[in-house]
């Protein structure tokens, strides 16, 4: 497992945009290109769902609610996964979590979160109309 650390949560009114970017943290000789990696988003009282993820390849992968207005993109050389949200919604908000597994290569839809092991800690995303 790899240690993870997201940030850049915040509030926010509709319309407006955010960027969530998730970094390695402690475990200086892992590679986030060995990594697929996905957002995923909770809101109190519901399980983890899905955001977007993008694979070894890079290839990505969004959600139905938010493809078009969210875009998620790794930098392998700084080990960071960033999250740019757009066009913000009052239903976005969330806390939102990173997580990586070395063991999915290629993705043709979004990882369930069963398959993935390391998460980070969160963080709020705040959307108000």
């Known amino acids: 497992r790899v240690k993870l650390v997201e940030f850049g949560g915040g509030s926010v009114q509709a319309g407006g945009s955010l960027r969530l970017s998730c970094v390695l943290s402690?475990?200086?000789?892992?590679?986030?290109?060995?990594?697929?990696m996905e957002w995923f988003l909770q809101v109190p009282g519901k399980e983890r769902e899905g955001v977007a993820a993008?694979?070894?390849?890079?290839?990505?992968i969004y959600s139905n609610d938010v493809r078009g207005r969210f875009t998620i993109s790794k930098d392998n050389a700084l080990n960071a996964l960033h999250l740019q949200m757009n066009s913000l919604r009052p239903e976005d908000t969330a806390m939102y979590y990173c997580?990586?597994?070395?063991?999915?290569?290629?993705?043709?839809?979004?990882?369930?979160?069963?398959?993935?092991?390391?998460w980070g800690q969160g963080t709020q995303v705040n959307v108000s109309s």
């Open positions: 402690g475990n200086t000789y892992s590679s986030f290109g060995g990594y697929c």
């Open positions: 993008i694979d070894l390849q890079g290839v990505t």
């Open positions: 997580a990586a597994t070395p063991d999915i290569t290629g993705i043709a839809s979004l990882p369930r979160e069963r398959f993935f092991e390391s």
